[in-house]
């Protein structure tokens, strides 16, 4: 009787196992994983973690990230702007706090960012992307405007009467970019404001 029961349990813990793993595969992601030129990222969870990679193909560029299993996949990462050679992946951890981002090179895979950077805006048709080296941006403080075409960084003051206000990034829109000036619309206290930067 007592190897009836060992042979049965083993069956049973081994179809559990394979369940499980069968499972971790199907795990959905909630963002989307197509990129631009052929990429993709795919989503893959084993018992303890939870990753993001980048692929060409069937080739696995690198992984861009992992998270402890179960935590939102707002913190593994999400694309919030793709342009052409580049991407911007997006970390969010809630409670008002800035999106940290990432530059994303298609290519390798890296992060061309070398300094940690918050979420602003983008025009994905124009590849251009409006962000901030700094979490709690003073009057000192600058926004930059990176041209993923030309990798060219430009740096703008932050308008005077924005800084102090909660949710300072999520204020800010591009407007316009012209060879001459860039302008943002920005929120402070329910009115809507325009500031024109000269380049």
Not at 147 to 166: H, L, V
């Amino acid at each position: 009787m007592r190897p009836t029961f060992i042979l049965i349990a083993t069956i049973f813990i081994g179809l559990s196992s394979n369940a499980q793993a069968d499972s971790n595969a199907a795990l959905p992601y909630d963002y989307d994983t197509t990129l631009k030129g052929g990429y993709t990222i795919s989503f893959r969870v084993d018992d303890s973690l939870q990753y993001l990679y980048l692929k060409k193909g069937k080739k696995t560029i690198r992984e861009l990230s992992s998270t402890s299993r179960g935590l939102p996949y707002k913190n593994l990462g999400y694309v919030v702007t793709d342009f052409k050679e580049y991407f911007v992946l997006s970390h969010s951890f809630g409670s008002g706090n800035p999106h940290s981002i990432e530059i994303i090179k298609k290519s390798t895979g890296s992060n061309i960012l070398d300094k940690p950077a918050a979420w602003i805006d983008a025009n994905e048709e124009k590849e251009i992307l409006l962000y901030s080296a700094e979490e709690m941006p003073t009057k000192k403080s600058k926004m930059i405007l990176f041209n993923a075409k030309t990798r060219r960084n430009e740096s703008f003051g932050f308008p005077n009467d924005i800084i102090g206000q909660t949710e300072v990034f999520n204020r800010i829109q591009i407007v316009r970019l012209t060879d001459k000036e860039f302008v943002i619309r920005y929120d402070v206290n329910g009115h809507s404001k325009v500031k024109v930067y000269t380049r």
